[in-house]
């Protein structure tokens, strides 16, 4: 270790070991998500409460526009607590790389500093610094029971790179490695045996930890948590969760994530993940869009269910139907195929998951993407987007549309779920016979209680079927929440003809 790489280290523990951290140190976002009770909603502060004046798209600041920060962001908060929301996911707000950049004001996942906030996340006017407004959104979330959870970049900026090259996993040449096709962002060097703990990247990562604690946050999403070897997980983990009981950890993994972001990346598995101590993973719902018989979804449940359960710890995964890194619903499907994606998110055995725009029904689909722009922030000159995705590269529009047809979906099932919390968190999934392939049909069942969800994944075509409820006594009181013509009921058996995305919903009790 030379001098100035020496002085660095000692730097970095003397900062690890002297941060003040804020109080109260615990949180319940942990049990809630263990049991399923989570309902988190995606946010890009820089969009979250943007105001485009003259509907263009792009944020002018020139014009008087402004983008969305942390202060404005708290007025939609009772929104979002309307809806059912008790926890939301922040995507990045650590600063972002502005060289060898993606869009006019730079990926919220090109990370360029461990230790500060986005200053575009900050609103100029207040008196308050940049770390305090950021504790004060989070603040505020708390006061409406809505916990906070804080995305964890994988990767570093060039604009990093620049400044301290030892992060990084370097080839031959002296040139950091690129991972995938991720243009903006190089991968960083990460020990995976003893050296790691006095690493100048892991004793950052600490850092990070610290400084998110400090300003209140409930928990971590781990971006990509696949590409960092299994021991620097444990670590910080466990390192986290002795500064604050029941700090959450989500892994960004899938089961359908078999092999690294580049040849020259780590790859742990979802498996080896949660034996680390993450609480929860993504699952593979993303590819529901490509499920076209109702087993594909059973098999993706009796997959992770089986898993799960072999850890002593409870783990859970989130409704990742759609994600910021996913085209947009009403997209690969329409409106019906989003309704669908709603009432599941309501009632499997898992954590609802939204991103900021979907149940406003916005198809992500901008006027400016990808063309040459007027100003940039980066060294990009252009507005780069990915089609039916989220913006995360420039200063851009609050999501949203002129419809509130999912809104009102979203309200339906989530009062659903409330109303039936015990048979959605703590019942039985149980899947029920039907002799059509196309219908998806399975019940919630705890105590005397039951919600029975059948669904017709055939979009565009009615379908017949005979579906046997496992739990329907001939005296059963029945209440039909969604749907209910032309349906016959006899015995235990529902019969009839399910229209293209027809959903039927209706609980049962019994004496």
Same mark, same amino acid.
């Given at each position: ?23 109260? +140190? ?53 929104? +979002? ?122 004793? +950052?990562?600490? +850092? ?61 598995? /979802? ?81 609802? /998951?939204? *991103? ?9 689909? /901008? ?136 959903? *039927? *919903? ?6």
């Amino acid at each position: 270790m030379n001098i100035k790489k020496f002085s660095i280290f000692f730097i970095l523990l003397y900062l690890l070991n002297n941060l003040v951290i804020a109080s109260p +140190l615990n949180t319940d976002l942990q049990e809630l998500f263990q049991n399923n009770k989570a309902i988190i909603y995606a946010i890009n502060i820089r969009t979250f409460n943007a105001n485009d004046k003259n509907s263009n798209g792009i944020i002018d600041f020139d014009l008087g526009e402004t983008s969305g920060n942390f202060i404005n962001a708290v007025e939609r908060l009772d929104e +979002l607590k309307k809806l059912g929301i008790n926890a939301i996911h922040l995507l990045p707000i650590t600063p972002v790389g502005k060289i060898k950049a993606l869009g006019t004001a730079g990926s919220l996942y090109s990370m360029a500093d461990f230790l500060s906030v986005n200053t575009q996340l900050v609103d100029s006017e207040s008196e308050l610094s940049p770390k305090n407004q950021a504790k004060y959104f989070v603040d505020e979330c708390h006061k409406r029971g809505i916990r906070v959870i804080v995305d964890l970049p994988s990767c570093g900026a060039y604009d990093l790179y620049i400044n301290r090259p030892d992060l990084f996993l370097l080839s031959e040449d002296s040139t950091p490695y690129i991972p995938a096709d991720w243009a903006d962002v190089r991968l960083f060097n990460v020990p995976d045996d003893e050296t790691l703990f006095k690493s100048d990247i892991f004793v +950052l990562h600490k +850092l990070f930890v610290n400084y998110m604690i400090s300003i209140g946050v409930d928990g971590i999403r781990a971006d990509v948590a696949t590409i960092k070897p299994y021991i620097f997980w444990k670590e910080l983990i466990s390192y986290a969760r002795s500064k604050k009981e029941g700090f959450l950890f989500l892994a960004e993994a899938s089961e359908n994530w078999t092999q690294p972001a580049s040849d020259k990346a780590y790859f742990t598995d /979802y498996k080896k993940l949660l034996e680390a101590g993450f609480d929860g993973y993504y699952g593979n719902y993303f590819d529901f869009k490509n499920w076209s018989k109702s087993y594909d979804l059973y098999n993706a449940i009796e997959n992770q269910r089986k898993i799960l359960n072999k850890y002593p710890q409870k783990k859970s995964v989130i409704g990742s139907f759609e994600t910021h890194d996913v085209i947009s619903p009403l997209i690969s499907g329409g409106e019906n195929f989003s309704k669908i994606i709603i009432w599941l998110n309501a009632t499997l055995p898992l954590n609802p /998951y939204y *991103v900021d725009g979907f149940l406003q029904a916005d198809d992500y689909l /901008y006027d400016y993407a990808n063309k040459k722009a007027n100003e940039t922030y980066t060294d990009d000159e252009y507005y780069y987007v990915h089609k039916g995705q989220i913006d995360i590269f420039n200063f851009s529009r609050k999501p949203g549309s002129d419809t509130d047809v999912l809104l009102k979906e979203h309200i339906s099932a989530i009062n659903l779920r409330n109303s039936f919390i015990d048979q959605i968190t703590k019942g039985k999934f149980i899947i029920l016979n039907s002799d059509n392939d196309n219908i998806i049909a399975f019940e919630r069942v705890y105590e005397k209680k039951s919600v029975v969800v059948i669904i017709n994944r055939n979009l565009a075509n009615s379908e017949n079927a005979k579906i046997k409820i496992k739990n329907l006594k001939k005296n059963s009181k029945i209440i039909f929440i969604k749907n209910d013509e032309n349906k016959i009921i006899t015995k235990s058996t529902m019969e009839g003809r399910f229209r293209g995305a027809e959903i *039927v *919903v209706f609980t049962i009790e019994n004496n």
